[in-house]
C-alpha cells in the first residue's frame, strides 16, 4: 500500500522538535510542533493547514514567528492547535509586534485549545490587528481534535509538569487506484481521480464523473468507478510523542493513542543509565520509547529530540530503543507495572529501521520537501562526547 503521509523531522535528533506531514494526493501538510522551522523553504510552510503545538516550552513554540513572517502577506488561512492557554500564549506573541499596516491583509489564524469536554476557539485576523475575536466553543468527545474529509487528528494529554499533548494522525481511510484496471481501460490519471476519492470519502456516489480515456473524455457513474477502480484500505496513521514523564498514566495514554500506528516518533531525551534524570526532568529514555512502541505495536519507531549532553552519541539511542522494542530487553521484567501494558498482543512488526513507510527528509531552504532522500537517526559523530553531568539538557 502507497503511503499517503510523508512524515519528516524537520530538525537533526538533537534540535528542536517539529515533525512535517506532507499529504501527498492532497498538497496539504501538517506541522506537529513549532520549534526552530527556518529549514522549511517556503512553499513547505505555504502546504500548512494545521499546526499542533503541543506545549510551549521555547524548543517546541519559537518557529512561530518564523512561520507568521511567511504567511503575514498571503491569503491564507491557517489553524493553531494545543493545550489551555495556548491562545494566551499566541496573543502575546502578536501584542509584541504593531499591525497599523495590516488592515488589507487577508490572512487569518484560528487557534484551538483542547481541554477536557470541549475546543476553545478564537480567531485573529491582521485586517483588524489581530485583536481577539472568541468563537463558541465545539463540544468534543475525549482525544478529539481536528476531523476533516481526508484528515483526523487525535490526541492525549500528558504531564510534563505541564499539559503537554501527544497527537495522532490520521487518514480516515486510504484509497488506492488498481493501476491495471486504469491501463487496461485506457483511462488517463488527472483530476477526475481525486473527484472519485473525495466522493467515496463522503459517500456521495449517485452523480457520473467526467474521466479522461484514451479515446475523449466519458461520463461514467462514480459508483461503478468505485467498484472496479478503488482499494479500499485502513488510513496511514502517524503518532507522535514528546516530553512525557514515564509513569503509569502517561504511558497508558501513549500506548492508546500510538496502537497499532505506521510510526512513532517517541522524545527520548536521555539514555536508561540516566533514569533518575529523565525522571526529575519529566522525560522519557530511549528504553521507554522502545518499549511504548513494543506495546502498542507500531510498525516504525523514531526515537529523536536527544539531550545535547549526548552529542556524537546518537547511534547509542537508537540501539537502545531498538532493544527494547525488538523484546531482547524486557523493561516489564525490571518494572512488573509495565506488564499490563502487553495486555494485547501485538502484530508482528518491523523495527526502527524499517522502510515500510517512506519517510521524507526535509531539505534546506531551496529545495523542495518531495527531492529528499531518506530520513533516519544520523549520527553526527563516532566519538563517545558528552558534556559534563552539571551541564542543562
Not at 516504525?300 to 531482547?328: D, I
Not at 512488573?336 to 517512506?358: E, H, V
Request: hydrophobic fraction near 40%.
Amino acid at each position: 500500500m502507497k503511503s499517503s503521509f510523508r512524515p519528516a523531522l524537520v530538525n537533526g535528533p538533537f534540535q528542536d522538535c517539529a515533525l512535517y506531514v506532507a499529504m501527498r494526493w492532497q498538497g496539504a501538510a501538517v506541522l506537529l510542533d513549532l520549534g526552530r522551522i527556518d529549514r522549511l523553504n517556503p512553499d513547505n510552510c505555504m502546504r500548512l493547514t494545521h499546526v499542533c503545538v503541543s506545549h510551549t516550552h521555547m524548543d517546541h513554540f519559537m518557529g512561530f514567528d518564523h512561520l507568521l513572517r511567511l504567511t503575514l502577506p498571503r491569503d491564507r488561512q491557517l489553524t493553531f492547535c494545543g493545550p489551555p492557554g495556548l491562545i494566551d500564549n499566541i496573543a502575546g506573541k502578536l501584542a509584541g509586534y504593531t499591525w497599523n499596516l495590516t488592515d488589507s491583509y487577508t490572512f487569518a489564524m484560528t487557534v484551538v485549545e483542547r481541554h477536557e469536554r470541549h475546543l476553545a476557539r478564537t480567531l485573529f485576523r491582521a485586517s483588524t490587528g489581530f485583536a481577539r475575536e472568541p468563537l463558541p466553543d465545539v463540544p468534543a468527545a475525549p482525544g478529539h481534535l481536528v476531523e476533516e474529509q481526508a484528515l483526523r487528528i487525535d490526541t492525549t494529554t500528558l504531564d510534563h509538569k505541564i499539559p503537554c499533548l501527544a497527537f495522532r494522525v490520521s487518514e480516515a481511510r486510504h484509497l488506492n487506484v488498481r493501476r491495471d484496471v486504469l491501463d487496461a481501460r485506457g483511462y488517463r490519471p488527472g483530476a477526475w481521480l481525486a473527484a472519485l476519492k473525495n466522493a467515496v470519502r463522503s459517500e456521495t456516489l449517485d452523480d457520473a464523473i467526467a474521466v479522461q480515456t484514451t479515446d475523449g473524455i466519458q461520463t461514467i457513474a462514480a459508483e461503478e468507478l468505485k467498484r472496479d477502480l478503488i482499494i479500499d484500505q485502513p488510513g496511514q496513521r502517524v503518532a507522535y510523542v514528546v516530553d512525557a514523564r514515564f509513569d503509569p498514566t502517561n504511558a497508558q495514554r501513549i500506548v492508546d493513542l500510538a496502537r497499532d500506528a505506521d510510526v512513532l516518533y517517541c522524545e527520548s531525551r536521555f539514555l536508561e543509565e540516566d533514569r533518575d534524570e529523565a525522571d526529575k526532568r519529566y522525560h522519557l529514555t530511549a528504553r521507554h520509547a522502545g518499549f511504548l512502541a513494543r506495546a502498542a505495536g507500531v510498525r516504525r519507531l523514531e526515537v529523536f529530540h536527544f539531550s545535547p549532553r549526548y552529542q556524537g552519541m546518537a547511534g547509542a539511542f537508537r540501539a537502545e530503543a531498538q532493544a527494547e522494542m525488538s523484546g531482547k530487553t524486557r523493561l516489564e521484567e525490571d518494572e512488573p507495572w509495565t506488564a499490563a501494558l502487553l495486555s494485547k498482543p501485538a502484530a508482528p512488526r518491523a523495527d526502527i529501521a524499517s522502510d515500510a513507510m517512506p519517510t521524507a527528509s526535509v531539505p534546506a531552504r531551496g529545495h523542495g520537501l518531495e527531492h529528499g532522500g531518506p530520513a533516519g537517526l544520523a549520527d553526527v559523530g563516532n566519538e563517545p562526547k558528552r558534556l559534563s553531568s552539571g551541564e542543562r539538557s
